[in-house]
């Protein structure tokens, strides 16, 4: 009977181990988009880029799926958050973000900045709502608005909208591996593409 048992559990062991096989078989143009003109990046990291709005709720759904992700993510990868730019609005909030990175500040506010829009309905999309929101989260208001439309920042946004640019974005939120790959969603589903998508360009390399 002992014997019967075990045969049964590696039998299920086995068929989980196939089930998972299967789930890692993503396909392109389902699961993933492969742009036609991919960025060439050189060095030894596989880069990810997370492109998000503070006001778009498929991001703040994304969001602790990526910071979960970030934390285990291979020593080799060089995760990047990049406000996309692509309006007006969108680019305040950009704007926004990249002085209180500079600041030092992105990993103390990052996530609170999204419960205040979401959970707390904070209309946070200006300059001057968001350096009094920042200033409360204690980064100087002073500096933050020096910043805010300084050469630096505006260097960075020339960044994000010449990346969503090359990479065809059209609307967030949007994970791009290697400048090659985008992964689109809002769910748990996203990080395990890009935990493939990352393999996959890793194997690339070789």
Known sequence: MKRVIALTGLAFAIGLASTG?????????????????????????????????????HCYNLNPHMEKWAKTK?????FFKTPAALNPVWEASARGFYS????????????ALF?????DGKQ???????????????????KFNSLYNSFAVGTKIG???????????TGVPAVV????????????KVVKVVDYLVDKARAEKK
Not at 115 to 119: K, S
Not at 124 to 142: C, I, N, R, T
């Open 100 to 111: 209180a990175q500079l600041l030092g500040y992105e990993d103390k506010t990052h996530d």
């Open 177 to 188: 591996v290697q400048g090659k790959y985008v992964v689109t969603g809002e769910g748990a």
């Open 159 to 169: 960044r994000s909208q010449a990346g969503a640019k090359r990479y065809q974005l």
């Open 21 to 57: 096989a299967q789930a890692a078989n993503y396909v392109a143009g389902k699961d993933y988009r492969v742009l036609d003109n991919p960025e060439n990046i050189s060095g030894d990291a596989i880069v990810v880029r997370e492109f998000f709005w503070y006001g778009c709720p």
């Open 124 to 142: 946070l999309f200006d300059q001057a709502s968001l350096s009094k929101w920042y200033a409360s989260k204690g980064v100087d208001q002073k």
């Open 115 to 119: 419960e205040a829009v979401h959970t």
């Open 74 to 78: 291979g020593k080799n990868v060089a």
